[in-house]
């Protein structure tokens, strides 16, 4: 399932959300990670503290992935990137 995220607020409910899916506790994620249960539950509080680097760690821990794409728009067509 695809979870459209616009602002850091929304990756909140996200990410605790797969951690609950994948069974695991705050407690279990900080293991993984090597940080402790407190900054788990300030990252989910706060999703906008996390580095990227952090927040991709995480992700891969909950074996979830990060796609980016195009906003459509209503009455219009995606933009060509110039890149």
Same mark, same amino acid.
């Given at each position: 399932?695809?979870?459209?995220?616009? /602002? @850091?607020?929304?990756?909140?409910?996200?990410? !605790?959300?797969?951690?609950?899916?994948?069974?695991?506790?705050?407690?279990?994620?900080?293991?993984?990670?090597?940080? /402790?249960?407190?900054?788990?539950?300030?990252?989910?509080? %706060? @999703? !906008? /503290?996390?580095?990227? %680097?952090?927040?991709?760690?995480?992700?891969? %821990?909950?074996?979830?992935?990060?796609?980016?794409?195009?906003?459509?728009l @209503?009455? /219009?067509?995606p933009?060509?990137?110039?890149?």
């Amino acid at each position: 399932m695809d979870h459209a995220i616009r /602002t @850091p607020g929304q990756l909140h409910a996200v990410l !605790a959300s797969f951690r609950d899916v994948r069974g695991y506790s705050q407690r279990d994620m900080a293991r993984k990670l090597g940080i /402790t249960q407190q900054a788990v539950s300030a990252y989910e509080r %706060e @999703p !906008a /503290t996390m580095s990227v %680097e952090r927040l991709m760690k995480v992700l891969a %821990e909950l074996n979830v992935e990060l796609v980016l794409r195009e906003r459509d728009l @209503p009455g /219009t067509s995606p933009a060509k990137s110039e890149w």
